[in-house]
T-cell receptor
Framework: AQSVAQPEDQVNVAEGNPLTVKCTYS??????LFWYVQYPNRGLQFLLK??????LVKGSYGFEAEFNKSQTSFHLKKPSALVSDSALYFC????????????FGAGTRLFVKA | GAVVSQHPSWVICKSGTSVKIECRSL??????MFWYRQFPKQSLMLMAT?????????EQGVEKDKFLINHASLTLSTLTVTSAHPEDSSFYIC???????????????FGPGTRLTVL
């Protein structure tokens, strides 16, 4: 069975500093990995995904994520955080069998201080 | 393109009544739709997967008779919470996919969610 772990409930970072939001996964076969962001009382917005190819994936709003197969991780990063990046971030995984069933991590709240 | 809407955005109902939530794909045909439930400060829990024209597949622990899902067309899926109780209060989010197609690399699109409060 596939699963996703986000070990941090909250990440605090000062504006302008780099940020990292951690994610590890477990899936049989090749994983499809995703990051989504959620603002209060809103649905999810897609940030980026990894399916195959380069381990470093670039996405929306300056975010990027690095796929590390040996560590089964897919950490979200941004070189310089903005206050407007403050939100709830979800890592998600899908197995590579062709179905669309996606499992989400518990979420990490990012708080960027001005 | 690829917008998913939900209606209503919020609803308050009395215990024992039924509530219907609609999920529509506005500019694409959704071959598969998913319903998620999100509790405060928690993640999304997949409730069920519905394919157009067939019965929904429910996740373990989700009561199919309580959460009725209908995917009657390629643009509409409905979730009906029957005989609602306060513990059904939650944020319900749908998502839609179009098999074999993506929009700027995005394959799964989420609605804005519906907040249900059962008194």
């Amino acid at each position: 069975a596939q699963s996703v772990a986000q070990p941090e409930d909250q990440v605090n970072v000062a504006e302008g500093n780099p940020l990292t939001v951690k994610c590890t996964y477990s899936v049989s076969g090749n994983p499809y990995l995703f990051w989504y962001v959620q603002y209060p009382n809103r649905g999810l917005q897609f940030l980026l995904k990894y399916i195959t190819g380069d381990n470093l994936v670039k996405g929306s709003y300056g975010f990027e994520a690095e796929f590390n197969k040996s560590q089964t991780s897919f950490h979200l990063k941004k070189p310089s955080a903005l206050v407007s990046d403050s939100a709830l971030y979800f890592c998600a995984v899908r197995d590579g069998t062709g179905g669309f069933k996606t499992i989400f991590g518990a979420g990490t709240r990012l708080f960027v201080k001005a | 393109g690829a917008v998913v809407s939900q209606h209503p955005s919020w609803v308050i109902c009395k215990s024992g009544t039924s509530v219907k939530i609609e999920c529509r794909s506005l500019d694409f045909q959704a071959t598969t739709m998913f319903w998620y439930r999100q509790f405060p400060k928690q993640s999304l829990m997949l409730m069920a997967t519905s394919n157009e024209g067939s019965k929904a597949t429910y996740e373990q622990g989700v009561e199919k008779d309580k959460f009725l899902i209908n995917h009657a067309s390629l643009t509409l899926s409905t979730l009906t919470v029957t005989s609602a109780h306060p513990e059904d209060s939650s944020f319900y989010i749908c998502s839609a996919t179009s098999r074999g197609r993506n929009y700027n690399g995005v394959e799964q699109f989420f609605g804005p969610g519906t907040r249900l409060t059962v008194l």
